[in-house]
């Protein structure tokens, strides 16, 4: 494709939208892809939503954007998304707030809201590379109608990504459609030596998931996430509705208790914000991102560069990171928690003995405005992760459907470790019959 | 324990990160509000269970020690004002 026909359009998109932190001016002709701007592009500014890295060029490609170069996809432009992915509604920009293609009183959802929205809103590109750590796929893929597929944590490569966990980060895809999510997970996912967390696997050729009658699954729904309490009336509507119409059409669903539910989301945050905190260390304003006089001693010096530089979001999880990997506190909130991850494991595990996928909705609420999400305190705004941190925290691969074309509520499908090949048919499918 | 000011401070001095007054008294509160949250997971036993530093087992991948193209000096201090003679440039020491 022409660069200056989809550059135009992401111009055009970006006056109305704010999808794009940085639109790629050098763009060559080829085929157009968004992708979040925490992973890095060389020569393309790469802020990761943050003030402390306005003025970051990188000096090479994520493993990642090599890949997708390699397969004669372009970059388009650097997604907007919430400050190193410390958000569920891309709010938390230190740049323009992304706003919701179907409705721009209301959020894209985060952390990777601009490429969600790109994907929808775009006539000539069709598929975006994102990133999740507690939800930051599955989140914006709903809210902004489209397919965002969260793959097994270390099936495509980290190298590259600007870290916001270490444990749970996993970099992912949306789609126009389940199709176009899966070609470029193809193009991405792999073993790579320079990630010492990406799995030794030969390459898999997903797209022969596609088509598949899927008739035998078994489906798990998860009563604590489907109803009542939480969710919002009409997701819950929407969402029973699509779980009927996978019945109608010969899949075999059944409701089933996750008896951890109350402590996915405690565990998440635990975890994430530790490892935040560490990760956030390294900006300390002389080897790249954002520097000021000199003045003082190394410690004060750092500590005003911080100051001045992070978002609030930000200094909260860097200040509770801290605190709970503390001589004193660090067992009772870190450790405990990374037992628990095991604990949490190991109940997914258990059921999928019984059953193939499991189902949730997506989210518990529907895009909020940006007059409510304004109101939100900072458990009101963590609570919003409820339903995607669990299988986040596990590592377990995810697929987010649109519940009905142009609707902002997804189907969640969740696959143990390594079975991509089951989101993939059974999203697939349910694409076909809504 | 004690969630107040002098935490904060603390917990900030340790991260490196100055803070405004107003900052202060508002992450006393959200300290307050999220450890709240966060204390469920004391009421559950983990003791036979393993720290799950990742959420998928891997093993240690080994490589020979041999010497690879690395970035060049021009794009090592590519990003930052603050370099001189090959050296990145800090405050002073002394």
Request: with cysteine.
């Amino acid at each position: 494709m022409k660069t200056r026909e989809f550059l135009q359009e992401a111009k055009d998109l970006n006056k109305k939208y704010n999808f794009f932190i940085t639109i790629n001016e050098k763009a060559e002709d080829g085929i157009p892809i968004s992708v979040k701007d925490n992973i890095c592009t060389k020569g393309l500014k790469t802020t990761a939503g943050s003030r402390i890295l306005e003025n970051y060029e990188p000096v090479f490609d994520a493993t990642v954007i090599e890949k997708a170069k390699k397969s004669k996809y372009v970059v388009v432009g650097k997604t907007g998304m919430d400050e190193f992915g410390f958000g569920s509604f891309s709010t938390n920009c230190a740049y323009e707030i992304p706003k919701n293609p179907l409705d721009n009183t209301r959020s894209c959802g985060g952390s990777s809201g601009g490429g969600a929205g790109y994907t929808y809103a775009s006539k000539l590109s069709n598929s975006s590379i994102g990133e999740s750590t507690g939800g930051s796929i599955s989140c914006p893929a709903a809210f902004c109608s489209v397919v965002g597929i969260t793959p097994t944590y270390g099936l495509v490569s980290r190298y590259g990504l600007i870290d916001y966990a270490n444990s749970l980060d996993k970099i992912g895809t949306f789609g126009k459609s389940v199709k176009d999510a899966v070609k470029l997970l193809n193009v991405i996912s792999g073993y790579d030596e320079k990630d010492s967390t990406s799995i030794k696997k030969g390459k898999e050729n997903y797209e022969k998931y596609l088509g598949k009658d899927i008739k035998k699954f078994k489906v798990g729904v998860i009563k604590e996430f489907s109803n009542g309490e939480g969710i919002n009336l009409e997701v819950e509507k929407d969402f029973w509705d699509g779980v009927k119409k996978l019945e109608s059409n010969g899949v075999k669903c059944k409701e089933v208790s996750f008896k951890l539910s109350d402590l996915v989301l405690p565990v998440y945050y635990v975890i994430a914000m530790c490892e935040a905190s560490t990760n956030l260390a390294k900006y300390c304003g002389i080897r790249y991102g954002m520097t000021k006089e000199l003045k003082g001693t190394f410690n004060e010096y750092f500590s005003s560069v911080r100051e001045s530089y992070f978002g609030k979001e930000a200094k909260r999880r860097i200040l509770l990171g801290t605190f709970m990997r503390m001589a004193g506190y660090r067992d009772a909130y870190y450790i405990k928690a990374l037992k628990l991850r095991s604990l949490i494991t190991q109940e997914y595990k258990k059921l999928f003995k019984e059953f193939d996928v499991l189902l949730t909705p997506t989210m518990p609420i529907l895009p909020p405005k940006f007059s409510e999400i304004e109101k939100l305190n900072p458990v009101e705004n963590y609570m919003c992760d409820i339903l995607t941190t669990g299988p986040n925290l596990s590592g377990l691969p995810m697929i987010s459907v649109p519940v009905k074309k142009n609707r902002a509520v997804g189907m969640h499908f969740i696959a143990d470790h390594l079975q991509e090949n089951k989101i993939i048919s059974i999203g697939d499918y349910y694409e076909r019959v809504r | 324990m004690k969630i107040d000011k002098e935490l904060i401070e603390r917990v900030a001095k340790v991260s490196r990160l100055n803070l405004k007054e107003e900052e202060k008294e508002s992450f006393v509160k959200d300290f307050k509000d999220v450890l709240e949250v966060f204390s469920k997971i004391g009421k559950v036993k983990t003791d036979n269970l393993d720290l799950s530093v990742q959420p998928v087992k891997f093993e240690n991948v080994f490589r020979e020690d041999k010497v690879e193209k690395s970035l060049n000096e021009k794009e090592v201090f590519k990003n930052t004002e603050l370099k001189e003679k090959g050296f990145f440039k800090g405050p002073k020491i002394l």
